[in-house]
């Protein structure tokens, strides 16, 4: 079994982390005080070819694995969180549903401008009663004619506010149970698509997320992705795919916090010594590196897994839990190293701490993910 990475890869990895210099690293501090959307970010990486990097040349993609695209996530979500995160839902949760279930008039429509990044996608299926549990949403979609008209309302729905194209979940058949939920394309400026204001946040303050509501809101019966109810299906396989991004992002913050530990902790004097000669210090250090690599090896098995077209729900759940629980706990750990100086704003430690927590959460919370884990070994 090899881990090493190939060359390709390694290539990614250092044109990202040179992009996060020049671009990203002067505008993370500015951009999460005023949750501001970083659009000249997001249409570089577009220009750069990052936005569709897993799929296919024809449609606009990099031509990658998910391996090497998941990597370029951990690296720029190392620099900002909710950059990472923004290219996570476009490229993971959006972009997928039209790529594996989506028909050839869908690819060349929607999907080319959304790989190529000139269009960003959203992913709603979030509601206020429906949550991890899928089966409570309210939203509905009504055959008619040559259109399906949709009515409800979604939250959470990151990219919201910035996107061009959503991909959106109803019920057409709620009698059927979980074969009677639908995927549908709606662009924006349809009529009917209601778009929220920002909704304010903790941390990644960069990344929009809004409501969506949809009032009579009719798309054409060729917006439908797959067939009829399909929907949970095509969802929970978005998930398993943006589960590894999430992953890769929880790692790249993790990292963060541990080379922000280990630059502060060289050079913070007390009695008379720099506090990384501190045996405290040294076993967060220790601690911190060997849940971060091993966190990272859970997202790269299960990317790897994927790319060989094996089953890997229970791999991406496995990555995710622990590297949301290893990010979480290194942020920790940067805050309480920099002492009060962690807990000021301005501060990178005290907005990894505030990024850090959502990778908990979203993307299905941290007992979801054992749920499906526990789920997979116990059916």
Not at 233 to 258: E, H, P, Y
Request: proline share 3%; glycine share 10%; charged share 20%.
């Amino acid at each position: 079994m090899d881990f090493k990475l190939t060359k390709e890869q390694e290539i990614i990895r250092q044109n990202m982390r040179e992009f996060t210099r020049q671009y990203v690293d002067p505008i993370a501090v500015e951009i999460d005080e005023n949750s501001r959307f970083p659009g000249e970010v997001i249409a570089k990486l577009g220009e750069q070819g990052y936005m569709g990097m897993p799929y296919d040349n024809a449609y606009g993609g990099g031509g990658t694995d998910y391996v090497t695209y998941a990597i370029a996530v951990e690296e720029l979500s190392k620099s900002c969180a909710a950059t990472g995160f923004t290219m996570s839902v476009h490229t993971g949760l959006a972009c997928g549903p039209i790529n594996y279930f989506g028909s050839e008039e869908q690819k060349q429509t929607y999907l080319k401008p959304m790989c190529k990044g000139e269009h960003l996608g959203a992913f709603a299926l979030t509601e206020p009663s429906a949550g991890t549990d899928v089966n409570a949403a309210l939203t509905v979609a009504v055959r008619d004619g040559g259109d399906y008209v949709l009515n409800g309302g979604k939250t959470f729905t990151s990219n919201g506010p910035v996107a061009e194209t959503f991909v959106v979940f109803a019920w057409t058949d709620k009698s059927a149970g979980s074969k009677g939920m639908s995927a549908f394309i709606v662009p924006k400026g349809t009529p009917g698509l209601i778009i929220g204001e920002h909704i304010m946040k903790m941390g990644i303050r960069a990344s929009q997320t809004s409501e969506v509501f949809f009032k009579d809101c009719r798309v054409p019966a060729k917006n439908l992705i797959g067939e009829e109810g399909q929907g949970l299906k095509i969802a929970m396989g978005s998930f398993d795919n943006g589960r590894i991004g999430i992953a890769a992002q929880a790692v790249g913050i993790a990292q963060a916090a541990l080379d922000e530990t280990i630059s502060y902790s060289k050079q913070r004097i007390q009695f008379g010594k720099p506090i990384s000669k501190n045996q405290a210090i040294q076993w967060w250090v220790a601690d911190m590196y060997t849940e971060i690599n091993a966190a990272r090896f859970l997202y790269l098995n299960a990317a790897w897994l994927k790319d060989q077209g094996l089953p890997y729900s229970k791999e991406a759940a496995m990555a995710k839990v622990y590297a949301a629980e290893t990010c979480m706990r290194a942020a920790s750990k940067a805050v309480q190293a920099h002492g009060g100086y962690g807990y000021c704003k301005g501060i990178k430690a005290e907005r990894l701490l505030r990024d850090a927590k959502i990778t908990e959460i979203y993307e299905g919370t941290s007992e979801a993910q054992r749920m499906v884990i526990a789920g997979n070994l116990l059916r």
